[in-house]
């Protein structure tokens, strides 16, 4: 069993999280960063994107996952800036210990695997404007 919420809410930026927010409301969900945001957008970028959102939403239960991969310094970074779980790439058994280790310190989470295909909503915030966005979450939630 997974130790995320379901669904996992795959965004590109603010519009999809505060579309994502609208819709669950205060359900617990997921919120992902795009994919290696670590190495393209930042740590601080995905989690000063994600303090906005819990305060313009503060009855949602937010879980943020930063994608790391291609990036372990992100991992660092995305655990220190207080981040609930961090997706890295494989790698030896010490060194991911050792992450894991300076993770359950702060109760995170690191991941080398994504959750299942299934589970994740791609978000399509980069393509369409926020009424369809919520329309068509809404839609993924009650197939």
Request: overall charge negative; some cysteine; charged content about 25%.
């Amino acid at each position: 069993m997974s130790p995320l919420p379901d669904p996992v809410i795959r965004i590109h930026g603010i519009t999809g999280a505060r579309s994502a927010c609208r819709v669950m409301g205060d359900r617990g969900f997921a919120l992902l960063s795009p994919e290696h945001a670590a190495q393209t957008h930042g740590a601080q970028w995905f989690a000063d994107l994600v303090t906005l959102v819990r305060e313009e939403f503060p009855a949602c239960d937010i879980t943020a996952i930063l994608d790391c991969r291609g990036r372990v310094s992100g991992a660092l970074a995305g655990i220190d800036l207080g981040l609930d779980a961090v997706i890295v790439d494989p790698m030896p058994e010490p060194q991911l210990e050792n992450l894991r280790d300076m993770a359950a310190q702060t109760n995170r989470l690191v991941m080398t695997e994504f959750p299942a295909k299934d589970v994740i909503y791609q978000m399509a915030d980069d393509l369409l404007p926020d009424l369809e966005l919520d329309k068509r979450l809404l839609a993924h939630l009650a197939a």
